[in-house]
Nanobody, 123 residues
């Protein structure tokens, strides 16, 4: 089966850190720019970050700038989202998705989605 698999979520206190991973199964991830999304109960799905195929260009939603960092290791077929200084409002299920359009910052369809990983920020 061709899919993305997220991991690394969990329960963390405010101010803590987590690193999420997005690994490709059955295809090579280096052909795709990757988006991270998140969705909290009762809220709309929100685009968090994007990284291009080479990793040289990235985008972030304003609410996570300076706290989150997206990166990739194409040799490991994996994209990462390092999340620091976590806040309760970061609580959500986080998803990664492979873009049809390589350029970040433009609307696109998605070729693959992951199943999501839960991030809970609470004291």
């Amino acid at each position: 089966q061709l899919q993305l698999v997220e991991s690394g979520g969990g329960l963390v206190q405010p101010g803590g850190s987590l690193r999420l991973s997005c690994a490709a199964s059955g295809f090579t991830l280096d052909y795709y720019a990757i988006d991270w999304f998140r969705q909290a109960p009762g809220k709309e799905r929100e685009g968090v970050s994007c990284i291009t195929t080479s990793g040289t260009s990235t985008t972030y939603v304003d609410s996570v700038k300076g706290r989150f960092t997206i990166s990739r290791d194409n040799a490991k077929n994996t994209v990462y989202l390092q999340m620091n200084s976590l806040k309760p409002e970061d609580t959500a299920v986080y998803y990664c998705a492979a873009r049809v359009l390589r350029q970040c910052g433009l609307p696109t369809a998605y070729r693959y989605w992951g199943q999501g990983t839960q991030v809970t920020v609470s004291s």
